[in-house]
């Protein structure tokens, strides 16, 4: 099936440790993003990718880090630095960077105990 | 901070009712779009009107966006229980900026 398939669904995770969430994308698009979702907060962008090798800064990427290596995937880190990380995650791409529509994945819910 | 703000926060009617939500921006925008998110779920693009259109019709869905007022509403006419839903606007100032999204309006479509 053509998609996007966001891993894990849910992840527990200590304080002080950092965690991996996977993101990949068969539609062939260039562009993916990553929100953050808190209750009442509507989303918050974290990080994105117009490109391969080549990413930027959201309006909330401090303790988050990224990479775009292959155009399919776009993993996103949440390191120990990043204070308040227990989210729900949603990772997004956009077919078309002119004016398109998003697509996003199921999501991921992280949870900090 | 955000760039859409919706109105009301949430809402609650019967199947068959319509509903009407609305989203208030700041700054002149390219387009508008709409979302809608079911519990625990992405989202799902319903539509998008850009600043030169006035109204757009998507089976069931109307959407109205008025840019001297910096405001859109979403109307889904004839509800359904499938409808409850937590619904978003996005906005993008240019064609090629990232998408701002709002609170969100969570609307109850009671059987």
């Known amino acids: 099936d053509g998609g996007i398939t966001q891993s894990p669904k849910y992840l527990f995770r200590k304080e002080g440790q950092n965690v991996t969430l996977s993101c990949e994308q068969n539609?062939?698009?260039?562009?993916m993003y990553w929100y953050r979702q808190d209750p009442g907060q509507g989303l918050r962008l974290i990080y994105y990718?117009?490109?391969?090798?080549?990413?930027q800064k959201g309006d909330i990427a401090e303790g988050y880090s990224v990479s775009r290596e292959k155009k399919e995937s776009f993993p996103l880190t949440v390191t120990s630095a990043q204070k308040n990380p227990t989210a729900f995650y949603l990772c997004?791409?956009?077919?078309?960077?002119?004016?398109?529509?998003?697509?996003f994945g199921e999501g991921s819910r992280l949870t900090v105990l | 901070s955000q760039q859409g703000e919706e109105d009301p926060q949430a809402l609650s009617i019967q199947e068959g009712e319509n509903a009407t939500m609305n989203c208030s921006y700041k700054t002149s925008i390219n387009n508008l779009q709409w979302y809608r998110q079911n519990s625990g779920r992405g989202l799902v693009h319903l539509i998008l009107?850009?600043?030169?259109?006035r109204e757009k019709h998507s089976g069931r869905l109307r959407v109205t966006l008025d840019t001297s007022k910096k405001s859109s509403s979403l109307l889904i006419t004839a509800s359904r229980a499938a409808d409850t839903a937590s619904y978003f606007c996005?906005?993008?100032?240019?064609?090629?900026?990232?998408?701002?999204f709002g609170k969100g309006t969570m609307l109850l479509v009671s059987p």
């Open positions: 990718s117009q490109i391969v090798n080549d990413f």
């Open positions: 009107i850009r600043s030169n259109e």
């Open positions: 997004a791409t956009r077919g078309t960077v002119n004016t398109g529509e998003l697509f």
């Open positions: 539609l062939n698009h260039d562009a």
């Open positions: 996005a906005t993008a100032v240019s064609g090629y900026s990232t998408l701002t």
